[in-house]
């Protein structure tokens, strides 16, 4: 149980381009998603908190209008990644927390995504 | 605000040999820790975590962390590595409610054969 899936998991864009990445709890109903970018060789920073139903919670620094979340149902958050840059490529990771369990709400990852804009 | 520290980059040990990442944590309140393993091109395995109790954790894979409060330290350890535990492992730190969950930098382990 607690599997979260992203899709695509790598993608190729021009410069300029949108990107879609779709982030499901595909086992249990998630109020709480969590959008990572991870550096190569670096940790992850935690870009924003998408919350189902409202608008999402940016991290400072973080360009609300580059990267657009939607939380649209209990299993589906998405990040769009808006007019792409070469800067933006990265691996962009995706968390989910199981409201439905009594205990701590852990967050449970997602595979990533791979983005490289050329 | 809190913060990890994993204070070793780059740790080679040999096949069969006992391992152990540190971890130190920063944090006011209650920590609750974990432990993560990414594989290259991969997301994130939770390997063990604690929250209260005992504090000597165990985890998957052979897994094993102690939580030592008066050191703020989490480490982990294995006695005997395998060529496949070779990944990225992060120990990260968080609250209750988990909406501002903290990594350290992450440490990478090779494994000689």
């Known amino acids: 149980g607690a599997v979260v899936s992203q899709h695509p998991s790598r993608v190729i864009c021009k410069s300029g381009t949108s990107v879609k990445i779709e982030c499901r709890s595909l086992d249990f109903q998630a109020t709480t998603m969590f959008w990572y970018r991870q550096f190569p060789k670096k940790s992850l920073m935690l870009m924003a908190t998408s919350n189902e139903g409202s608008k999402a919670t940016y991290e400072q620094g973080v360009e609300k209008d580059k990267f657009l979340i939607n939380h649209a149902s209990l299993t589906l958050s998405t990040l769009t990644v808006t007019s792409a840059h070469p800067e933006d490529s990265s691996f962009y990771i995706c968390s989910a927390r199981d409201v439905g369990r009594k205990s701590y709400n852990e967050q449970f990852f997602g595979p990533g995504t791979r983005l490289t804009v050329l | 605000a809190q913060s990890v520290t994993q204070p070793d980059i780059h740790i080679t040990v040999s096949e069969g040999a006992s391992l152990e990442l540190r971890c130190n944590y920063s944090?006011?309140?209650?920590?609750?820790l974990f432990w993560y393993v990414q594989s290259p091109g991969q997301g994130l395995q939770l390997l063990l975590k604690?929250?209260?109790?005992?504090?000597l954790v165990q985890g998957i894979k052979g897994f094993e962390a102690e939580f030592k409060r008066s050191q703020s330290s989490f480490n982990l350890r294995k006695p005997s590595v395998h060529w496949s535990d070779a990944a990225e492992y992060f120990c990260?730190?968080?609250?209750?409610?988990?909406?501002?969950?903290?990594f350290g930098a992450g440490t990478r382990l090779t494994v000689k054969p």
């Open positions: 944090y006011g309140a209650t920590p609750y």
């Open positions: 604690y929250f209260s109790g005992d504090t």
């Open positions: 990260a730190v968080g609250s209750y409610n988990n909406n501002d969950m903290r």
